[in-house]
């Protein structure tokens, strides 16, 4: 009987290792049209599981909160692991730089991610402003696509780092994949496999995905930059885009340190509400990337109605911290709509510390952002993408919750 339950224990696990199946279209299968959304109630964020509503903060903070913290790491993120104390990171190079015009502080930052002798490590790259007023700088932590990618190459742009330099802001980035393979056949490879259990090849079910490895990570470089004397590390910020836009928001959510929190394009399983099941779909997020979320995870595929949580609660975790969620006009895949909803329906958290969330009731017309609450959004014309215009909405926000 004990030989039984450990394999159904790891049944999940096994279902991680199998290919994706290429032959399923979901772009073309997906629902893109309002009228043929299912009927859908979402679950309550502030009735607890004995029926109890959350009427103060009190309530929320000493009970609720943690209630929904659990909820999504056990259905959906999984447990991550718990650092005692801050892991090594050694400064392996500073050096004055100039940006465009504008001079900088340029340090690479060697991180190990466990205290294992043959730890994964990752290479932060931390750029802080020369011609601030003040001596600490408020730092966005960002995970990217490829190293480097904030000052060279196509993806240079996705960042507007002379503009965050010249806003008095530093950029902390790391390379997602130096963490967490993003491949279905190297799930237990990158930091996954440091903290696997002895004679276990794969995460328990309950256990985390890529997603929540990367959103980990963005919290070890916060412990970091609490050691630099030239951050401000109680003024940080996270984001991502797409994908890394999911992890930005679990990182927000589990790290109340961060006081902004910025998901960019992320779509289902990010800030979109997975019951509207429009674009891109629970179903086509674990066919197609079972690594991404724990292996309890799979059985709300096609089964959005079973779930005790939608997104809302992921922004929910984030109050009474500010949040910025941005979409884009041609990024049907990660239903624009429902990225404004996530947010809109954590609106009642927020209300419990006398603030606004989203301060608006409809999802505003395109380029006109809605920054009036703690939760910041806007649609912008444009594709799946971190532009310009979206950066400018950024900086902006951050010196609203920065108070720069």
Not at 160 to 184: N, S
Request: proline residues 6%; neutral net charge.
């Amino acid at each position: 009987m004990k030989k039984l339950l450990t394999i159904l224990a790891l049944l999940p696990c096994v279902l991680l290792a199998q290919n994706p199946n290429p032959k399923k279209d979901y772009i073309k299968l997906a629902n893109y049209d309002e009228s043929k959304i299912p009927q859908y109630t979402l679950p309550d964020v502030l009735v607890c599981k004995d029926g109890q509503r959350v009427l103060t903060k009190r309530d929320w903070e000493k009970k609720r909160r943690h209630e929904v913290l659990g909820i999504l790491t056990k259905y959906m993120y999984g447990k991550m692991p718990v650092v005692k104390k801050r892991l090594p990171a050694t400064v392996v190079s500073e050096e004055e730089v100039t940006v465009g015009s504008t001079p900088a502080l340029r340090k690479l930052i060697d991180m190990s991610l466990s205290n294992k002798s043959n730890a994964t490590h990752v290479e932060v790259q931390l750029y802080l402003p020369r011609n601030s007023a003040e001596k600490k700088a408020p730092v966005f932590v960002g995970m990217c696509f490829r190293k480097n990618e904030a000052v060279t190459g196509e993806q240079k742009e996705s960042w507007q780092l002379e503009r965050i330099l010249q806003h008095g802001y530093g950029l902390a980035t790391f390379c997602y994949t130096d963490v967490a393979p993003d491949k279905i056949q190297d799930v237990t490879t990158g930091v996954l496999a440091d903290y696997l259990h002895p004679g276990h090849p794969y995460p328990f079910p309950d256990e985390w995905g890529s997603i929540a490895a990367w959103a980990w990570t963005a919290s070890r470089v916060l412990d970091y930059l609490e050691t630099d004397k030239q951050t401000d590390a109680t003024r940080a910020a996270v984001i991502g885009h797409s994908r890394l836009g999911k992890a930005a928001l679990w990182a927000g959510a589990t790290d109340q340190r961060f006081a902004l929190t910025i998901p960019v394009n992320s779509g289902c399983c990010g800030a979109a509400l997975s019951n509207r099941k429009i674009g891109e779909t629970v179903e086509c997020v674990n066919d197609h990337f079972p690594y991404w979320f724990n292996g309890n995870f799979l059985q709300f595929a096609n089964r959005e109605p079973y779930m005790p949580f939608d997104q809302h609660f992921a922004v929910a975790l984030c109050a009474p911290r500010a949040v910025y969620i941005a979409s884009a006009s041609e990024d049907n895949w990660a239903d624009q709509r429902g990225e404004f909803l996530g947010g809109w329906n954590a609106n009642p958290v927020y209300a419990l510390y006398g603030l606004k969330g989203v301060a608006a009731d409809q999802l505003p017309p395109v380029d006109q952002p809605v920054t009036g609450g703690q939760i910041g959004y806007h649609i912008r014309t444009g594709r799946h993408a971190v532009l310009p215009f979206d950066w400018e909405q950024f900086l902006l926000f951050a010196q609203k919750v920065f108070g720069k």
